[in-house]
């Protein structure tokens, strides 16, 4: 059980290393460049660290070359050059169609679309990937399958960039004409998430920077200060279950990356749903492992008959709970109450 005192230690705790953290990362990049912006908005707005997968993902333009190239997609006549893709730190002129890895990313996002069909939902199944709550009980042995996904690292978009143009097939070829016919399997991908309708009940945002990824997060959890839960490492094999931490949240934002040449996500709110941190062991050792984060659905009656989970856990929609571990690269997002 959580005390009182527990509670108020993790939040002295966070707050302590989200203000080292930031006064590190601050140390480590330019004031003239986007990424310190882009530090300061996420010390306004979260009240955790920033995890290494998104730190990575800083933006190292200045703030001419912001002002620059904002200017220029404003005039309406702008795409890529090789100059911008590598001050912007973009994946421009490499073909990446890996369906599988695609696939994976997407695997619990847009499940139950209108049609019931998921439009990268992939024939390899792995018995491992989807799960009951009744797994977690500490001292219990699990397997833990490889959760990394292995998308190219882009960087975002300063907001101000990413602010003027939509994510659309014809916005996405007027741009990054050569990035579309390299990785064109990918991008359409992406494109069917992001433009797909809305899942009854849930909101959909595909933000192009992290300011927007940040702002939509706290619309959809009517928050102002949000904690941001990720997996640690992705150590795979068989493990024990040490401790686990139910986050007790009525709304949870589940945001996953997704291909186009900048950084981008595909994140919704999820309803009736939990979340977790699992923290795992050696299974002979004891030593510590890693933290996974694990997401739980409590309400599957809306899911397709044909989805991966049911084939694994063996029951038909509405009639369990499917939970799943998130990957090194997502993030789910939480009020910080």
């Known amino acids: ?94 073909e990446y169609d890996d369906f599988k890895t695609v696939k994976q990313a997407y695997a619990e996002t847009k499940v139950y679309n209108n049609n019931g069909a998921l439009p990268s939902q992939s024939n390899e199944v792995d018995e491992f990937s989807y799960f009951r709550l009744s797994i977690f009980r500490e001292g219990n042995k699990l397997h833990l399958s490889d959760l990394e996904e292995k998308i190219p690292n882009r960087a975002f978009l300063p907001q101000e960039i990413a602010s003027k143009f ?8 007027k741009i990054f004409p050569n990035s579309y016919e390299l990785s ?78 900048f950084a981008a996500y595909f994140c919704h709110s999820v309803s009736s749903s939990r979340i977790y941190a699992v923290d795992l062991v050696e299974a002979e050792t004891r030593l510590s492992v890693n933290t996974v984060i694990a997401i739980c659905h409590m309400d599957t009656s809306r899911w397709p008959a044909n989805h991966v989970a049911f084939k694994i856990l063996k029951f038909s929609p509405g009639e369990g709970e ?15 109450d």
């Open 1 to 94: 059980m959580v005390t009182s005192h527990s509670l108020t230690f993790l939040l002295l705790f966070h707050l302590a290393f989200s203000l080292s953290f930031t006064l590190f990362a601050s140390a480590q990049v330019s004031p003239s460049s986007i990424s310190s912006d882009q530090i300061k908005f996420w010390s306004e707005n979260v009240h955790n660290q920033m995890p290494e997968s998104i730190f990575k993902k800083l933006s190292p333009l200045t703030k001419w070359d912001r002002d620059y190239y904002t200017k220029m997609i404003s005039k309406n006549d702008f795409s890529e050059s090789p100059n911008f893709c590598t001050l912007a730190k973009l994946s421009c002129s490499s």
């Open 166 to 173: 939509s994510i659309s097939r014809k916005n996405i070829r």
């Open 184 to 261: 064109k399997s990918s991008i359409e991908t992406t494109l069917s998430y992001c433009n797909a309708e809305a899942i009854k009940g849930e909101i959909e945002n595909c933000p192009k920077s992290l300011e927007e990824m940040i702002s939509f997060s706290k619309f959809a959890l009517s928050k102002n200060k949000l904690l941001a839960l990720t997996s640690q490492s992705t150590s795979t094999g068989d493990f024990l279950i040490k401790k686990i931490k139910k986050f007790d949240t009525p709304k949870i934002v589940a945001c996953h990356e997704v291909y186009l040449p």
């Open 322 to 336: 499917a939970c799943h571990w998130m990957s090194n690269i997502d993030l789910a997002w939480i009020a910080d």
